[in-house]
């Protein structure tokens, strides 16, 4: 795969092959609204007696949203191009229209068009390229941040390892900081690696599923795997008015990051990390995985289930929550959030731990096992302990130099936009011509 700083996202290959069909005069708007399988599977009217996300704002840091689609018209910010160029508002293709509609989409007329999870959030897009074709990821996650947004939705990744790219790990940690839940795609590959930005603590990292609770073929798994979401056969909103059907994890993200914003309206006092806790926690295990030791590789703790995340008795917890690694925002008020106020607080320990580090005999193992010893075996023991800290300590080799990536030498880029594979198209309706190409992110031009 060439690296040569163009930034590639995992559902480029999802809407390589979408199916568009509201300009054809054999589908109707029912269809579109019909299609929406995950509007039952979720039970939104129920949901939204609850939430529907009023006040929260998305950021969606993708290739751009069309404000003028009449089901997002009034639901999209200004945002941010980092290369000035406006793309924000101007898209350079479907991708990012659609995550927003199906994070907040209100549909039009009688109930026609496509419906989002938080039809009352409001979405803040964020060009993800520079007009150096790098990427605009990090800058744009501490603009968004700076700019109001509460979730931050990254429908978009490379097969950079974890700490490889400093900027996007700082920016992780600037908006765990600053209390902003980053939800992103596991990848579309059907490898056993999740992707980054997923792959970073601190960040949520969603897998895909198809209507009957199965993994997507192509969803990459990992332990970084937080939850799963549906992400097969999407009806969704696309530029210049129009719908689509397309598959990946970026679709599940946006269902993920939907699901966060009517957390955020109905407890504005939890933190992220706190709001990740509920999502996880909430989630429904696949009949697959009963019994089975959590988290699953593929799943996560499990698929979305929005009403119960809402309304579930869930301990609080501490203000990070399950998100590894980065500095978490001070919970805002007493930790308190079941479904009527209560719960308490969640030790620590009893925390899921997304980004877990298997203990490898640090050298913090052995202040631990020196303290032990001291308490059970008294003095000697202690300063034996203390020696053998210190011999370890010399073995250890030093931090990596200055700008040294600490898992090993990373891209130099953003890696290329892949060839996407084709989606087969439904029964009746046409398939609409590969508009991605190798290229595409960052450097197609605006329509």
């Known amino acids: 795969m060439s690296k040569n700083g163009a930034v590639r996202s995992w559902a480029a290959m999802a809407l390589a092959g979408a199916l568009f069909f509201a300009a054809t005069p054999t589908a109707s708007a029912d269809q579109v609204r019909d299609g929406q399988w995950a509007i039952p599977a979720f039970d939104l009217e129920k949901t939204w007696s609850v939430s529907k996300g009023d006040g929260v704002i998305v950021a969606v840091i993708d290739s751009g949203v069309d404000a003028s689609h009449p089901d997002l018209a009034g639901s999209v910010l200004d945002g941010y191009d980092p290369g000035g160029q406006g793309l924000n508002t101007r898209p350079t293709d479907d ?8 994070i907040a989409a209100h549909g039009h007329g009688s109930g026609d068009g496509v419906i989002g999870l938080a039809p009352a959030a409001k979405i803040l897009p964020v060009y993800m390229g520079k007009s150096d074709n790098t990427s605009a990821v990090p800058e744009g996650i501490r603009w968004a941040v700076d700019h109001g947004a509460k979730v931050i939705n990254l429908s978009v990744g490379t097969d950079s390892r974890p700490g490889a790219r ?28 999740v992707g980054s930005p997923g792959n970073e603590p601190g960040v949520l990292a969603v897998s895909a599923v198809d209507k009957n609770g ?36 970026s679709e599940a993200t946006a269902f993920v990051s939907g699901t966060a914003a009517l957390l955020r309206a109905k407890y504005p006092s939890l933190t992220a990390g706190q709001i990740a806790n509920r999502l996880v926690k909430s989630a429904q295990t696949p009949a697959s995985l009963k019994g089975a030791k959590l988290p699953d590789a593929r799943y996560g703790y499990g698929i979305v289930s929005p009403y119960d995340a809402l309304t579930k008795e869930i301990p609080t917890g501490p203000a990070q929550g399950p998100l590894g690694g980065a500095a978490a925002a001070t919970p805002k008020s007493s930790p308190t959030a079941g479904a009527n106020g209560a719960g308490g607080t969640t030790p620590a320990s009893d925390l899921p731990d997304l980004h877990a580090v ?36 010399r073995r250890r080799p030093g931090p990596p130099p200055p700008g040294q990536p600490q898992y090993g030498p990373g891209p130099q880029g953003w890696p290329q936009a892949q060839q996407p594979y084709q989606v087969p198209p439904s029964p009746g309706y046409p398939q609409q011509p590969n508009p991605y190409h190798q290229d595409s992110y960052g450097r197609q031009p605006p329509r």
């Open 358 to 393: 298997p203990d490898t005999g640090s050298a913090d193992s052995g202040v631990n096992v020196g303290l032990v010893a001291a308490v059970g075996g008294g003095l000697v023991l202690l300063v034996v302990a203390i020696v053998v800290l210190a011999v370890r300590s």
């Open 95 to 102: 991708h990012g229209t659609s995550m927003a509609g199906i």
């Open 214 to 249: 199965t993994v997507w073929g192509r969803s990459n798994s990992g332990p970084e795997v937080g939850i799963a979401a549906p992400g097969a056969d999407i009806v969704i909103a696309c530029a210049n008015g129009k719908y689509c059907i397309g598959d990946g994890t």
């Open 166 to 193: 400093p900027a996007l790990t700082e920016a992780v940690a600037y908006a765990a900081k600053h209390d902003v839940l980053l939800v992103a795609a596991s990848g579309n590959e059907s490898l056993k690696t």
